[in-house]
């Protein structure tokens, strides 16, 4: 499986690609990774190429990407271009119009691309004071919701469990859920 995670500097990308690590270790597989940063530490692009299996590099060509995690929707749409025919679009999205677009919509279509688009921002506001450093692990829950592989509930659970600072660990869990309920529709 090879994952791309994008979104801006701040959203807990590292933290997302250090639980995919977590639970393809534990499942006995090998893993390989690269942070492509920019203007990380100002709110700028930040992208992690994740692949799960016997690969001899860290970088996803263009197009072979099983899934694609944005936790914006503007990365999300820039970063499409890796993803693969048939592959899967997991987005946070601020303003659920965008994914209406005309072209885009044509391109996920021809594509055959699974979209489980979510309103990450308000689920935060409405459930978690609005405490935004909570997304990444919504964006987990959404995934393992929407049937991604590598993202099984038991595995993300286990993983979280250990990773996650144990202060934070409930809210975690609670998050985990509520990304969990928004790929469903839930939310």
């Not at 978690?128 to 049937?147: E, H, K, P, T, W």
């Amino acid at each position: 499986m090879q994952y791309i995670i994008a979104g801006v500097g701040g959203q807990g990308i590292l933290f997302t690609s250090r639980v995919l690590g977590k639970i393809a270790i534990d499942r006995g597989l090998s893993v390989i990774g690269s942070e492509v940063h920019g203007m990380a530490q100002r709110g700028g692009s930040v992208i992690s190429h994740f692949r799960v299996g016997d690969y001899s590099g860290p970088l996803i060509t263009e197009g072979h990407a099983d899934v694609v995690m944005a936790f914006d929707q503007n990365e999300g749409i820039r970063n499409l271009s890796f993803l693969k025919d048939g592959g899967t679009f997991v987005v946070s999205v601020q303003d659920p119009a965008v994914l209406e677009n005309a072209h885009l919509k044509k391109f996920l279509g021809d594509r055959k691309i699974r979209t489980c688009a979510f309103t990450g921002f308000r689920i935060l506001d409405e459930h978690m004071q609005g405490n935004y450093l909570f997304l990444n692990v919504l964006i987990l829950g959404a995934a393992s919701g929407a049937g991604v592989e590598g993202f099984e509930r038991d595995h993300v659970v286990a993983a979280l469990k250990e990773l996650a600072p144990p202060r934070h660990l409930d809210a975690n869990l609670r998050v985990f859920e509520l990304g969990v309920q928004a790929a469903k529709g839930q939310h």
